[in-house]
């Protein structure tokens, strides 16, 4: 830990390609590899590095991976999309209206409270083993989210800002749109984002637990046909997704709002 | 005009040299306020007379809590005074922030919008109510007045306090405002861009001669720019003193301070603060 | 000399203008609160309230989709009598606080090693966010393969999700300890031993906590997220079973406990927190 005194420290990475961090990675990974094949850790069903990117390849070069991502990339960005929708609108209610706020926040907490996963055998009561199940889960708990972050938003709009648009004797639908909706928009961002990363998790669980579709579906099949390779493949597969849908979202919104993602570092 | 005439009659004894000045433009009448605190209902201000003229620069000076800004405030039409009070623009009841009046906040980064440009946080307040070829004259002209044209299509955050506040008082330029309402605007700056920044509101003063009324703390800041300041004293606060400046314009950071009667006037403001303890 | 005689005036806030007016006659736009009350208002529990009292009243009892509250209790009930509520309930909380103990070990040593040397930071960096990313969801089949279905498969599964939060808060906590704090320990010629035990871990407590506070709910979600999946044992499987045997009362009652545990578990960490820091300033 010797440093120069008062010096700060920087996080790893200096935005060039991390050398350290990829060799690392590929020595890992190559340990893996050798342990496997050597027999030294007796772990069956650990699959070889080697055998996951082939089962991927495979699953690629087949076409076999694509119905199910595609259903679950639908089934969580069609949540997403309804969720924020929901929330949105909802949330800038509750956040403009006090009285609303009073009469229903605390509600609103406790049935937040509840774990999504938790709902999803409601949803299979409901809708049995279905798509609608799926969205129905995915909408619940990813509306909640960005709910919560649109009232905080909209509810948080600095005194000052407050002030200016009394001095400029804005009406009060100019002041939700010119002021409040705009000073709203990182904290609703963070619930989208949030949202998303929530959607994709719920898809694959719900699809897991009740729908014969989807990767979630997929991977469990796997897993219970014995396919270490092919399990690993799917699970390598979810994550990459998830992966590219939040830089994805990220690289959006730092379009969108340019002024908030450069300045402020909040939505970085 | 009737009303401003009896406000004129109504208002108290003149210096002979505001009798020469303008019609009253802001006038309050035994102005209390109260203020919600955690203990409950606190008087602030309490007894305010006093008048702002068309095209004075008055000071309200005061130590730190005394209500300036509280002061300024009900005459902007943000704060509702306690009843019994008047407070009048233009002699007409205060029924909110007059159309004429532009305030400039004293904590500049959170009165600018941060995701708007500069030239859109200036034109915020015409937006609505002028063509949009005017709106952007208007701006153009505000940024040019205030020196700030090459940086119009930049973001708030991206420059500096001194030019943030700068674009505040343009936003309030662009909106053709004669009466600015300031508070203390160049409280949080290094001496040296707060010394350029009196002189470039001195030279908008002498151009466009709004009515300014000016919140500091800052004794020597009062007697250089103002035509009047009015102190503030006591817990509940009242106006302790007004008192004339009569220094020669255009003033200068150097050569106007080194006048006798610049000292004479300082030594008054000083004398009266001290004497009000808070 | 008048001055000196007079007492001192209460003390003002910074500025007058800081204390905000009450709502002016005109009434005001914003609809905010100026300071966020730490709970929302109990007058939010109404439609709460009123929601549950209009499905006890309106509902049936034999309703397999929303049965009303009262089906809730005796769903709940008939589980007690028959001794499976509580073994359950016990095997989840059991699981979570092992999990999450062994979180917070583990999740403390590596934010620690990771934040002190930013070497191992970039070398391992990319390694752990690849693993971050892996929903626990995704695996639970992994882990089901590879430990088969039992508790440990559970705890590591649990633990490998909670871990997370803890690391990251410590390593942002190493990060933003003072030098000046170790520089005064060197030169008071403490021992490593003595600087780690005196100085560097009570400046990490903070963040440490932080991350055991963000980690907790996540441990108890992921405990019942593995529970309800593979039906092991606990109360997401009580839950899965009696979805399957389409005992919707229960099924709701059930969930009702979960939501109570999440909300205990929170408060604890709260309390517990605010116990440990009780001397110190205000972040």
């Known amino acids: ?40 850790v007796e772990l069956e069903f650990l699959p070889a590095p080697s055998g996951i990117a082939g089962a991927v390849a495979t699953l690629v070069a087949t076409g076999e991976l694509f119905p199910p991502l595609l259903h679950t990339l639908r089934a969580a960005l069609v949540g997403w999309v309804a969720a924020g929708a929901l929330g949105i609108g909802l949330g800038v209610v509750l956040g403009l209206s006090r009285p609303a706020w009073r009469y229903s926040m605390a509600s609103i907490e406790v049935v937040r409270a509840i774990p999504p996963v938790s709902l999803v055998p409601v ?20 509306a909640w989210t960005v709910l919560v972050s649109t009232v905080e938003g909209v509810r948080n709009l600095r005194p000052e800002l407050a002030d200016v648009g009394r001095m400029l004797r804005m009406s009060k639908a100019t002041a939700v749109r010119k002021l409040v909706l705009p000073s709203a928009m990182p904290s609703i961002v963070v619930g989208l984002r949030l949202a998303l990363s929530l959607s994709l998790v719920l898809a694959v669980v719900a699809e897991m637990v009740g729908n014969p579709r989807g990767l979630g579906n997929a991977l469990i099949r796997a897993q219970q046909a014995l396919q270490p390779e092919q399990t690993f493949a799917y699970v390598v597969t979810i994550g990459l997704l998830g992966v590219v849908l939040n830089a994805g979202l990220r690289r959006m919104s730092a379009r969108a709002l340019p002024a908030l993602a450069a300045g402020r570092g909040e939505l970085a | ?41 606190r008087r602030v201000l309490e007894g305010i007379t ?33 009843p019994g009070s008047q407070v009048g623009f233009r002699g007409q009841p205060l029924d909110g922030p007059p159309e004429e009046a532009a305030f400039v906040f004293q904590d500049y980064t959170a009165s600018l919008l941060p995701w708007r440009t500069v030239e859109k946080n200036v034109a915020l307040g015409l937006e609505g109510k002028a063509s949009k070829g005017e709106i952007r004259r208007r701006v153009a002209d505000a940024l040019e007045t205030v020196g700030l044209a090459e940086r119009a299509r930049d973001y708030p955050w991206r420059l500096s306090g001194g030019m943030q506040q700068r674009v505040q008082l343009a936003r309030g330029l662009a909106m053709d405002a004669r009466v600015l309402l300031m508070d203390e605007p160049f409280g949080a700056l290094d001496a040296m861009t707060k010394a350029s920044l009196q002189d470039e509101l001195q030279r908008v003063h002498q151009q466009r001669k709004p009515t300014i009324a000016f919140v500091t703390h800052d004794v020597d800041e009062a007697v250089y720019l103002s035509d009047r300041i009015l102190v503030l004293g006591g817990s509940p606060a009242t106006i302790v003193r007004d008192i004339p400046v009569e220094l020669p314009r255009p003033r200068d950071q150097l050569a106007t301070k080194e006048l006798p009667q610049f000292h004479r006037l300082r030594r008054i403001v000083f004398d009266e603060i001290r004497a009000h303890h808070g | 000399m008048t001055a000196a005689t007079r007492a001192p005036a209460p003390h003002p806030p910074a500025d007058a203008g800081d204390v905000r007016p009450p709502l002016p006659r005109r009434g005001r736009w914003d609809g905010q609160a100026r300071r966020a009350p730490a709970l929302p208002p109990l007058g939010g529990l109404l439609p709460l309230g009123a929601l549950l009292l209009a499905w006890e009243l309106r509902g049936s009892p034999g309703s397999p989709y929303f049965p009303p509250p009262t089906t809730w209790v005796d769903g709940l009930g008939a589980l007690w009598t028959s001794g499976r509520l509580w073994p359950a309930t016990h095997q989840t909380l059991s699981t979570f606080a092992v999990a999450l103990a062994v979180a917070t070990l583990l999740g403390a040593l590596l934010g620690l090693l990771l934040g002190a040397s930013a070497k191992a930071d970039r070398a391992f960096g990319p ?7 892996m929903p626990p969801a995704a695996v639970v089949p992994v882990a089901a393969l590879l430990l088969g279905y039992g508790a440990t498969m559970k705890a590591a599964v649990v633990t490998l999700a909670a871990i997370w939060p803890v690391l990251l808060s410590t390593r942002s906590g190493v990060r933003a300890i003072d030098p000046v704090l170790l520089d005064m320990a060197r030169s008071l010629r403490l021992s490593a031993l003595q600087r780690a035990r005196h100085c560097v871990v009570p400046a990490l407590l903070p963040s440490i906590f932080l991350g055991v506070r ?11 997220l593995v529970e309800i999946v593979t039906r092991i044992d606990g109360i997401g499987a009580l839950i ?41 300033p205000n972040r």
């Not at chain 1, 279905?130 to 909408?139: A, F, P, T």
């Not at chain 2, 068309?54 to 306690?82: H, N, Q």
């Not at chain 3, 919707?248 to 909300?263: D, E, K, M, N």
Request: charged share 15%; net charge positive.
């Open chain 3, 214 to 224: 963000v980690a907790a709910p996540v441990a108890l979600v992921i405990t019942m």
């Open chain 3, 240 to 280: 899965a079973t009696a979805q399957r045997s389409y005992l919707s009362g229960q099924v709701y009652g059930l969930i009702l406990v979960a939501g109570l545990f999440s909300f205990l578990v929170n408060g604890l960490v709260s309390v517990a927190q605010a116990y440990a820091f009780r001397n110190r």
């Open chain 2, 50 to 82: 006093a008048d702002l003229r068309e095209g004075e620069l008055v000071s309200i000076l005061g130590r730190s809590g005394t209500g300036k800004t509280t002061l300024l405030r009900v005459l902007g039409g943000l704060v509702d005074p306690a």
């Open chain 1, 1 to 40: 830990m010797a440093r120069e005194h008062g010096a700060k420290r920087r996080p790893g990475g200096t935005g060039r390609v991390n050398i350290p961090g990829l060799s690392t990675m590929a020595a890992l990974v190559g340990l893996w590899e050798l342990a496997v094949r050597s027999a030294t």
């Open chain 3, 127 to 133: 390694t752990l966010e690849f693993l971050r990313a």
């Open chain 1, 123 to 142: 949803a299979l009561l409901l809708f049995g083993f279905s798509l609608r199940m799926e969205l129905l889960v995915i909408v619940y708990a990813g």
């Open chain 2, 1 to 41: 005009m009737t009303v401003a005439t009896d406000v004129r009659e109504a208002a108290p004894p003149a210096t002979p040299a505001a009798a020469a000045r303008g019609p009253v433009v802001c006038h309050c009448r035994d102005l209390t306020v109260e203020l919600g605190s955690s203990e409950g209902p």
